[in-house]
């Protein structure tokens, strides 16, 4: 039999050949690692520990027979390529009953087993994947522990991107509970997600104004989040949108939706047109970055 990478141990080699930690001599798991990695295969009897490696998922067991050409196209087919990120669904517990909800209809649940969950985070990390996404439910309120699992991520890797994504129920509050634990205020709350190694703050917006407000059932949230985003920032935080938008808006509505969060988000000239302020926050979206609009 001969050895030859995995799809996740391929994902493995290139990472620590783009960190520069794959080295010839470095040790024995490293110089297999490299000839797998160019797409050699190499008989299993030369590396007695290979067992182990089998164990991680790194390497496979192939035939003798196969031909490298089918290794290294498998390598250029690997799916764990289009991997950009983690989403952890921590709970399905919200606090509103917003009409569009897909959580509506299902189980409540909170995540408990947080071993199993650093485990799917390291293994992330190990392939290159370095964001992060916290949703639910309402995570903030409902989720115990994530943000435990938040700073094993930030432990792991400090330049990890760890965005919240929430509701903004907490904007304003005095002496909240938010995961089971209890804060004078926003800016403590601010200041304990950062120190946890949250780097980011996505605010879900479903319209401007009262539109937002009514498909929320809670008036006055959206002035409540266009300033919470300024709050966020001012706290060290990147503040970012989630956005529903709907079909039947015209353009003028549509635009202007975006203008207001992109305005306080990237600084921009409150007096300049919507469109091009729109325009910042649509290019955003198509750079891969944490705004999301939702069709």
Same mark, same amino acid.
């Given at each position: 039999?001969?050895l ?5 141990? #391929?994902?493995?080699?290139r990472?620590q ?11 024995? $798991? ?16 030369e ?7 089998v ?5 496979? &067991? ?18 764990f ?8 669904e ?8 917003? $009409?569009?909800?897909?959580?509506g ?11 199993l969950?650093?485990? /799917?985070a ?10 992060f ?9 409902y989720?115990?522990? #994530?943000? $435990? ?6 432990s ?7 965005s ?5 129920w #907490?904007?304003? *509050? ?12 926003? #800016? ?21 104004g009262?539109?937002?407000? *009514?498909?929320?059932h809670?008036?006055?949230?959206y002035q ?5 985003l ?6 060290? &935080?990147?503040?970012r ?8 808006w ?23 047109? /919507?469109r ?20």
């Amino acid at each position: 039999m001969k050895l030859r990478l995995s799809h996740y141990g #391929w994902m493995v080699a290139r990472q620590q050949a783009l960190q520069g930690s794959l080295r010839v001599g470095n040790s024995p $798991e490293g110089d297999l690692l490299i000839e797998l990695f160019t797409g050699s295969h190499v008989p299993a009897s030369e590396f007695p520990f290979h067992p182990e490696l089998v164990a991680k998922g790194i390497v496979t &067991l192939i035939p003798e027979n196969t031909p490298e050409e089918e290794t290294r196209l498998r390598y250029k087919r690997n799916p764990f390529e289009h991997i950009t990120k983690g989403i952890f669904e921590f709970t399905t517990y919200c606090n509103f009953n917003c $009409e569009h909800c897909y959580n509506g209809y299902v189980p409540r649940h909170t995540e408990t087993h947080l071993d199993l969950l650093k485990n /799917a985070a390291g293994t992330l990390l190990a392939m290159g994947v370095d964001r992060f996404d916290f949703i639910g439910g309402e995570v903030s309120k409902y989720g115990d522990g #994530w943000l $435990e699992l938040a700073r094993h991520i930030h432990s792991l890797d400090q330049k990890a991107q760890i965005s919240l994504y929430t509701n903004g129920w #907490w904007l304003d *509050q005095q002496n909240f509970i938010a995961a089971g634990k209890t804060y004078p205020d926003l #800016w403590a709350y601010l200041a304990d997600l950062k120190a946890h190694g949250v780097t980011h703050i996505t605010f879900s917006l479903d319209g401007p104004g009262d539109l937002h407000d *009514q498909s929320r059932h809670q008036p006055g949230l959206y002035q409540c989040i266009l300033k919470g985003l300024a709050q966020v920032k001012e706290a060290g &935080l990147a503040p970012r949108v989630s956005l529903l938008v709907r079909k039947e808006w015209d353009n003028d509505l549509f635009e202007n939706f975006l203008a207001e969060p992109a305005t306080i988000i990237y600084d921009l000239d409150p007096a300049s047109p /919507a469109r091009k302020r729109a325009l910042k926050l649509l290019c955003a979206v198509k750079g891969h970055r944490t705004d999301r609009v939702k069709y």
